[in-house]
Nanobody, 129 residues
Framework: QSQRVESGGGLVQPGGSLNLSCVVP????????VGWFRQAPGTEREGVAC???????KYADSVEGRFTISKADAKNTVFLQMNSLNVEDTAVYYC???????????????????????WGQGTRITVAS
């Protein structure tokens, strides 16, 4: 299923910051995990940052130390704070939800896209001077 749940994309200069938001749909509010994925032109979609309902977090090596994923359970919202952006971060960013009944994930599998069953329509981020 795909619906519009992400916000916060846009154009930013290298070195800049953006904060993405993902509002988790009501039918998946008790989720197993939420992940941020991205797809640049001509590349496969990759997991960027993922968080379990219990707060376990996994980052891709390429964003470790620059991106921070967090969640506000009261608002059913998951955030991705992105700092020190560079042109290689240009992509469409997707929020994905693994529903609760799919069960928990091992840390090493948390950012595998096939583990997620609800997907947003994506928000575009362009890093350019």
């Amino acid at each position: 299923q795909s619906q519009r749940v992400e916000s916060g994309g846009g154009l930013v200069q290298p070195g800049g910051s953006l904060n993405l938001s993902c509002v988790v749909p009501d039918e998946t509010s008790d989720y197993s995990a939420v992940g941020w994925f991205r797809q640049a032109p001509g590349t496969e979609r990759e997991g960027v940052a993922c968080i379990s309902g219990g707060g376990t977090i996994k980052y891709a090596d390429s964003v470790e130390g620059r991106f921070t994923i967090s969640k506000a359970d009261a608002k059913n919202t998951v955030f991705l704070q992105m700092n020190s952006l560079n042109v290689e971060d240009t992509a469409v960013y997707y929020c994905a939800v693994r529903s609760y009944n799919q069960g928990p994930l091992e840390l090493r599998r948390m950012c595998e896209e096939w583990q997620y069953d609800y997907w947003g329509q994506g928000t575009r981020i362009t890093v350019a001077s």
